[in-house]
C-alpha cells in the first residue's frame, strides 16, 4: 500500500541537541599556485543564523565554503571550531556538519533505501525520521530501490538536499543548492530551508538570488581580494 506523504511539523526541533555551535575565521586566506583566491577573510558564524557566500563564477565561493568547512587547509590565518563553549578539533567537527554540494559524491552503487540507512549509521535523521519517512520528504518513494546510478541528475539533488535538512546535526552546508532542479523542485527547496534549519546554522554558496532570498546575512567574495 501506499503510504501517505509525510508531513513534517512546523515546530519540529530538529536540531534537538540545540547547542550553541561557532566558526570563527581569523585572517583566512587561500592560494592556489601564486594565485589568492580569498584573503583577509575574518568572519564569526553562529547557530541560528544563515549566511550566503554571494559572487560572480570563479569568485571563490566554493573554496571559502570548502575552507569553512574543514574541507581543506587555508594558506594563511586560522579557523575554529566551537560547540557548547568548547573547541572541537577537525574529526569532532565533521561529525557535526552536513553538505549538500555539486561536488559531493553519493555512492552509485546504492540504492536510495541502501543511501539512507547507511547515512543514519553516522548522522541519524531529525526526530527519528525513518528511511520511509526521508523517501517520502524528498518525493522518490517510488524509486526507493533503483540504484543512484541509474538517478536523474535532479533526483540525486533532491537525494543530497533531503540528507542536508534531515540530518540531525548543527551545521548545514548548502553549495548551489538548486542546481538539477526543475521549478517544482526549486520551490520544494526553498519551502523546506527555511523551516527544517530554523535553530541550526546554514552556510550557503550562492549567485542565484532566489536561492537565498530568506538569508539575513549576505558575504560578498569579492570583499576578499587583495
Ligand atoms: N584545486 C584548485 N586548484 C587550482 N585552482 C583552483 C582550485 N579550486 C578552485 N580553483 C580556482 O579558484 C577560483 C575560485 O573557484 P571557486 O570554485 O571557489 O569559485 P566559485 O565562486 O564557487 O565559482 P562558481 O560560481 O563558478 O561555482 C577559480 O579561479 C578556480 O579556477
Known sequence: MARASISIPTNL????SNLLVKISAKEVGKKFVSEWIVRGVNLLLETGESYTLVGPNGSGKSTLLQL???????????IHYEMAGKE???????RQIVLAAPYLELIEEF???ETVVFHQKFKPLKNGLSAADFEDFVQLSHARNKALRHYSSGMKQRVKL????????????????TSNLD????????DNVVKLTDNQLVLL????????EFCKNIISVSAFKR
Open 111 to 113: 540504492t536510495l533505501r
Open 13 to 16: 526541533q530538529l536540531f534537538e
Open 205 to 212: 554558496g550562492s549567485n542565484q538570488p532566489q536561492e537565498y
Open 68 to 78: 569553512l568547512m574543514g574541507n581543506m587547509p587555508p594558506s594563511e590565518g586560522t
Open 162 to 177: 533531503g540528507l542536508a535538512f534531515l540530518s540531525d546535526v548543527p551545521v548545514v552546508l548548502l553549495d548551489e543548492p
Open 183 to 190: 521549478a517544482a523542485g526549486s520551490k520544494w527547496y526553498l
Open 88 to 94: 572541537l578539533d577537525i574529526d569532532d567537527w565533521y
